[in-house]
Structures are given as structure tokens and as C-alpha cells.
């Protein structure tokens, strides 16, 4: 487990093409044994979370998760900084640096993530960006794993839209080994240069497709996923996205055409009777409040691996 500890040391996060196969794969043995109980390792850093997005779960994961390693959070929040009030986020990356061990941010565009890592020379952990979510796709992979175990013959369908959720889990599934469908409407496709990125990644052992057609992608799939139809900042489109999107919905009719042991995903929140329904949600495939769960684990993991344990 030493070895473990701090596979990752000093390494930033922003998208899991951070992380070579080996890597994400001792990344969730690590999260599978601070899980289980083995081990108990400290570390006594002190993480920043700022987060200009709403979050239930990775806020409370992450800080959670590094209090039961000793170490300590601080809430970086706009409104409680300076940042709400327009300081340059490099002016702030570069004082933030000189106080706390890493940072978790929650942002929108991609190149903030790059710029606080490049000048505040400490670990950065991306929480969610409109481009990727990688700390969930460790989560969900994680769930699936636990599901069904290292099988190689194993599909995730995602369905929905092709963003930031949809993109991590490429990548995710690809390092995996796991096969991935994405089906999505017309002019929702996931980006182009994550799809190859992903496709290089899987390259002969699995497979990375888009599809339009919902009913093929769920096809002997032994996991659904889905995420809302309007991200964060997407609000505005939400009504206008529902008849698009509604061929997609996860439901129990889609999940009688999986695989007969198809496990439902979900990275919440959830707006039921929109993307997913109520039954398929509570149903006895779902495994959406464990891949809740393993957002705690997988990140604890990821924390200790990068910080490394005192
Ligand atoms: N899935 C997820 O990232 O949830 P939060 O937005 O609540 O953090
Ligand atoms: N795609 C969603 C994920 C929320 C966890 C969003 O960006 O709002």
C-alpha cells in the first residue's frame, strides 16, 4: 500500500488524461482499500475548496474525506473571498499557493483550471468544469467495478447530453477497460477531441462510440447512466431541451433491453421524471446512492495519492 500513498505526489488533476491506465487502475485499488478499512493513513494538509458552482456531494466528499485524514478544509467560496468581488483569479492562484497544500475548483471554463495550476505551483484537483467532471468518473468506475468485478467484457451507455459528465467517463471507462456508448441527440454529441482522446486510450481493447439511437445504445449494456438535461449555467434551456432529450430518458423500458443484471447510474442530482425516472431511480438495479458514496473514497484516494501520507 505504501507505493499507494503517493503514486500521484505532487501531481494536478484536471482531466483523467492526467493519469495513465496503471495509475486510475491503482487509484481505485487504493479507494477500494481505504473503503474496506485497510489502512488508516494521515495526512495533515490543508485543502482549499473553490467552488464557483453549486455542490452538494464533491464539497461534502472532499471535506469529509480529508478529515478523516487529519488534515483540514477551507472554504475558498467567491462570496467569502475576494474573487466575488473580481481579484484576478491568477493574482489569487499565486497567493493561495503560498498558504494551502492543494486546491479543489469548481469552475466553468477549463483554462482556469490550467491557469491557477500553472501559477499557483500546488496540486489542483478539477471539481467539475463545463468540460469534464473527473472525480465522478472515478466514483462511477469505481461503482462499476464493485458491480461486476475486473470483467473485460463489460458496456457502459451513457445517455443524455454529451458534456462534462459524459466526457469524463469516456476517458474513465477507456483507462478501465470498459466498452462505452454515449447516445445523445443531434447537435448534443460529445466533444470531438475527447471522443479521440478517449478512442486513442481504449485503442484495440475497447470500444468508444456515439450514437443517436438510444434503444441500440442500451442494448446488452450492464450499466445505464445519465446526468440532467441542462448543466449548471444551462438553466435557461432546461424547457426548451426536454422534448429533445426526452428519447433518452432512463427508464424502466430502456433497462429491460440492457443486460438482465444492468446496473442504474446517476451522478445526482437527479430531476426525476425528466432524465431518469422515479422507478428506475429506486428500483433494485440502482446503484446511484453507492456511486454517491464512492465519490468519498475515490477522492480520498486520490488525495492521499498526490499529497501522500504523514
Ligand atoms: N455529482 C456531483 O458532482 O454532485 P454535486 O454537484 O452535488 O457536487
Ligand atoms: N452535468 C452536470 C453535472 C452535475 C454534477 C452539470 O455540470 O451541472
Redesign the pocket.
Known sequence: MDGLLSALKGRSLLSLLDISAEEFQALLGLASMLKAGTGSPRCIKVLGLLFQ???????VSFTVAMYQLEGQVIDLNPNVTQVSRGEPLGDTARVLGRYVDIMAIRTFDQGDLEQFRDLSGIPVIN??SDLY?P??AIADVLTVRESFGDRSDLTLTYLGDGNNVAHSLMLGCALAGINVRVAVPEGYEPDKTVLEQAQAIAGDATEVTVTHDPVAAVSGAHALYTDVWASMGQEDLADEREPIFQPYQLNDELLAKADAEAIVLH???AYRGKEITNEAMEGGRSRIWDQ?EN?LHGQKALLVSILGAD
Open positions: 458552482k453549486a455542490s452538494t456531494r464533491t464539497r471539481a467539475l467532471h472525480c465522478q451522478c445526482l442530482p454517491a465519490r
